[in-house]
């Protein structure tokens, strides 16, 4: 199944996975980084998330967003460029998966994580979140290299966070933005995410490998579901 998302100047499409252990793989493949930097600049400035807030749940997040959007959108004023900068690839990697998972498997986009973190451009822990059709909260760690697809180290990062509880820490936050899925953390309800950059000619052994890597992980973690987003920049 593939998606051809011209408005992000995206093309979204299904890898193979694991049915057995719900580890289920696709690749984003950029076409346009132009048009794909002004859509990135819009979901970081869209506040209509905020909206559903209660008061002072609202106003404790408007100042950290207003800083973070800034800063996200002067990094994505510098493209095109080439190559690309590291800062943008791994927000490219991060917002593109969540995108491409809604595409391609009808899930929800959670506000970047990097937006209600206290800290600017520094949080520690899983980079973005989605909210899959049966409830699920997926946590996604987001890797990007110019020299190499470093599925390796974002599958081992998103380990080294599960098993610190980084996925628990998030709860204060998820709770008051998406109530009912963060609510499933308390019976270890939740899915990862590993999203890399990929480069090369065979993105299928790329993949193959990072599925390798995904279903050991799997089994060492008990981990419900995985999701392995691979991003190719073809523009």
């Not at 990862?192 to 990072?210: D, Q, R, T, W, Y």
Request: aromatic letters at 8%; proline letters at 3%.
């Amino acid at each position: 199944m593939s998606f051809k998302d011209d408005d992000w100047g995206c093309e979204h499409i299904s890898m193979i996975g694991d049915d057995a252990l719900s580890i289920i793989s696709c690749k984003v493949s950029v076409t346009d980084l132009t048009k794909l930097s002004a859509k990135l600049t819009e979901t970081v400035v869209d506040t209509s998330w905020m909206s559903d807030l209660d008061q002072g749940t609202r106003r404790a997040y408007q100042k950290t967003v207003a800083e973070t959007s800034r800063v996200l959108c002067e990094i994505f004023k510098k493209v095109p460029s080439s190559p690309v900068a590291e800062d943008f690839g791994e927000l490219m990697v991060s917002i593109g998966s969540a995108r491409a998972l809604k595409s391609l498997l009808g899930h929800t986009e959670v506000p970047l994580a990097e937006l209600w973190k206290p800290q600017l451009k520094q949080n520690e822990g899983f980079d973005f979140h989605t909210v899959c059709q049966n409830g699920f909260l997926n946590f996604g760690e987001a890797k990007y290299s110019g020299v190499s697809s470093p599925h390796g180290l974002a599958i081992s990062q998103a380990a080294n966070f599960v098993e610190a509880e980084k996925h628990l820490r998030d709860y204060v936050h998820l709770s008051r933005i998406c109530p009912g899925p963060a609510a499933l953390l308390n019976d270890d309800k939740f899915g990862v995410v590993a999203a890399f950059s990929l480069l090369g000619k065979n993105h299928e052994v790329i993949m193959g490998n990072a599925l390798r890597s995904a279903i050991d992980f799997s089994k060492s973690r008990g981990i419900k579901q995985i999701f392995l987003v691979g991003v190719s920049n073809d523009a």
